[in-house]
């Protein structure tokens, strides 16, 4: 099955490693085979790693996007993972955890990083 992409003008994404920004009018990709692809909104730069849900979302992104096995972001997720789930008692984000970890465990990052998503949405709540 493709997936579709559709970019606004001047939207960045990666793609299998490689930065790509689309030109100056709205345009619609599809890719025909599985491939690594996280839009702008979803990159998290090095800077912004400045929270304990941060912590766990880089090195999965990290992972994502590398073509080869990385022991070093796999320490570094399942470090800031049970740190963070030794700080929160909530049971849906401690269930959200699990399920993340699972999915990091089978590969499947980009489903791990947009869960994610949700620990970081739950500290920012916290942190206010």
Known sequence: MALKISLKPGEKFVLNGAVVENGDRRATLLLQNRASVLREKDIMQAEQVTTPARHIYFPIMMMYLSD???DLQYEQFVLRMNEFMGAVTATEILSSCVTIS????AGEYYKALMRCKKLIEF???RLK
């Open 123 to 125: 500290e920012e709540e």
């Open 102 to 105: 699972r999915d990091v465990m």
């Open 68 to 70: 080869q096995a990385d």
